[in-house]
């Protein structure tokens, strides 16, 4: 499984983690919008803003995979800790990238909101007597 | 992994099998994921006073398995290698340093060079031929056509297209350019497809 969330258990057919793996990459974009992380802090943001818990083992392949794909270029850093950090900054093409899925995000989004709208407002359907 | 175990064996240990399961990445990516990995179980130690060996094995059940680490990496290079850009200089400088390998990737070089300069001429020509009108444009002096700026003291040939380049050039000139890019990120896709099957 990618991801953990240990506030909801997952659904029977893991529809719930396969809907946060999707998004993963746009939230990894998001949390270096503002300025560069390194990776626990990216794990925190992301727990922080959104309450989005991420497992450690995937967070680091993507990032590998977003610095090869050039969205994002890593740096050591010495933090006084006494280890190294490595910061990840988007490019520019990692800021263009990230826009764009933010785009499509709200998108589809606002359509899956109407979609379930009726689901979630109503509760009720032509079956029901009353 | 029992928590009893000294913590730093047990992070070398750990990072043993990931190099292993890392199999044949090239090393300085290797030596780059080893050491993120690394620094990301001292970071967890770092904001711990105390139970280190806790610490090393909360964290390493949290990346999983070494196996399962490296393949999560295998998985997501796949993925990076699929997405070829469509911006035009890195496109030729992916199929450029493609054709240093290969009869392939010289021919995938000639088809991108090709598909640009005509999208490219086209496109100029359109541009141009409202002010050079008797210069520009296609050109048959058999056998060969020829596109582009002709001397004025060439008689041979005979202009094709006439006013009709500007449309056409205007048409024909993008479609060029992006199915050479289509065509071109294709070939690429399919070649990184290729490489990755051999790790």
Same mark, same amino acid.
């Given at each position: 499984?990618? +991801?953990?969330?240990?506030?909801?258990?997952?659904?029977?057919?893991?529809?719930?983690?396969?809907? @946060?793996?999707? %998004?993963?990459?746009?939230?990894?974009?998001?949390?270096?919008?503002?300025?560069?992380?390194?990776?626990?802090?990216?794990?925190?943001?992301?727990?922080?803003?959104?309450? +989005?818990?991420?497992?450690?083992?995937?967070?680091?392949?993507?990032?590998?995979?977003?610095?090869?794909?050039? &969205?994002?270029?890593?740096?050591?850093?010495?933090?006084?800790?006494?280890?190294?950090?490595?910061?990840?900054?988007?490019?520019?093409?990692?800021?263009?990238?990230?826009?764009?899925?933010?785009?499509?995000?709200?998108?589809?989004?606002?359509?899956?909101?109407?979609?379930?709208?009726?689901? @979630?407002?109503?509760?009720?359907?032509?079956?029901?007597?009353? | 992994?029992?928590?009893?175990?000294?913590?730093?064996?047990?992070?070398? @240990?750990?990072?043993?099998?990931?190099?292993?399961?890392?199999?044949?990445?090239?090393?300085?990516?290797?030596? =780059?994921?080893?050491?993120?990995?690394?620094?990301?179980?001292? =970071?967890?130690?770092?904001?711990?006073? =105390?139970? !280190?060996?806790?610490?090393?094995?909360?964290?390493?059940?949290?990346?999983?398995?070494?196996?399962?680490?490296?393949?999560?990496?295998?998985?997501?290079?796949? +993925?990076?290698?699929?997405?070829?850009?469509?911006?035009?200089?890195?496109?030729?400088?992916?199929?450029?340093?493609?054709?240093?390998?290969?009869?392939?990737?010289?021919?995938?070089?000639?088809?991108?060079?090709?598909? /640009?300069?005509?999208?490219?001429?086209?496109?100029? %020509?359109?541009?141009?031929?409202?002010?050079?009108?008797?210069?520009?444009?296609?050109? &048959?002096?058999?056998?060969?056509?020829?596109?582009? /700026?002709?001397?004025?003291?060439?008689?041979?040939?005979?202009?094709?297209?006439?006013?009709?380049?500007?449309?056409?050039?205007?048409?024909?000139?993008?479609?060029?350019?992006?199915?050479?890019?289509?065509?071109? !990120? %294709?070939?690429?896709? @399919?070649?990184?497809?290729?490489?990755?099957?051999?790790?």
């Amino acid at each position: 499984m990618y +991801m953990a969330n240990k506030s909801q258990p997952p659904a029977p057919d893991n529809w719930d983690a396969q809907l @946060r793996k999707g %998004c993963l990459e746009l939230a990894i974009l998001a949390s270096l919008w503002a300025e560069p992380l390194y990776g626990l802090a990216i794990l925190r943001a992301l727990l922080g803003r959104g309450g +989005m818990e991420v497992a450690e083992g995937t967070l680091y392949p993507i990032l590998n995979r977003l610095r090869i794909d050039g &969205l994002v270029t890593s740096e050591w850093r010495d933090a006084g800790t006494g280890h190294p950090r490595k910061y990840y900054t988007l490019t520019g093409p990692g800021r263009a990238k990230a826009r764009e899925m933010a785009a499509a995000w709200s998108a589809f989004s606002a359509q899956m909101d109407e979609i379930v709208s009726a689901v @979630r407002t109503k509760g009720k359907h032509h079956g029901d007597t009353n | 992994m029992a928590t009893q175990t000294d913590p730093r064996s047990q992070i070398e @240990r750990y990072l043993l099998r990931l190099r292993a399961a890392l199999g044949r990445l090239p090393d300085d990516e290797k030596a =780059e994921i080893l050491s993120d990995i690394r620094n990301h179980i001292e =970071e967890r130690l770092s904001d711990a006073a =105390e139970g !280190q060996a806790e610490i090393v094995t909360e964290t390493i059940a949290a990346l999983g398995s070494p196996e399962s680490l490296a393949e999560s990496y295998h998985r997501e290079r796949l +993925m990076a290698r699929a997405s070829v850009s469509a911006a035009p200089t890195a496109l030729l400088h992916a199929t450029f340093q493609w054709a240093l390998t290969g009869l392939r990737g010289f021919l995938a070089f000639l088809v991108l060079l090709l598909g /640009y300069s005509l999208g490219l001429g086209f496109l100029v %020509c359109a541009l141009l031929k409202p002010f050079l009108w008797n210069h520009v444009g296609l050109w &048959l002096d058999p056998p060969a056509f020829s596109l582009g /700026y002709i001397s004025p003291d060439w008689h041979g040939a005979r202009e094709l297209l006439g006013w009709w380049i500007i449309p056409i050039g205007y048409t024909v000139g993008p479609l060029f350019l992006i199915w050479t890019t289509r065509l071109v !990120q %294709c070939l690429l896709r @399919r070649r990184s497809a290729h490489s990755m099957e051999a790790l």
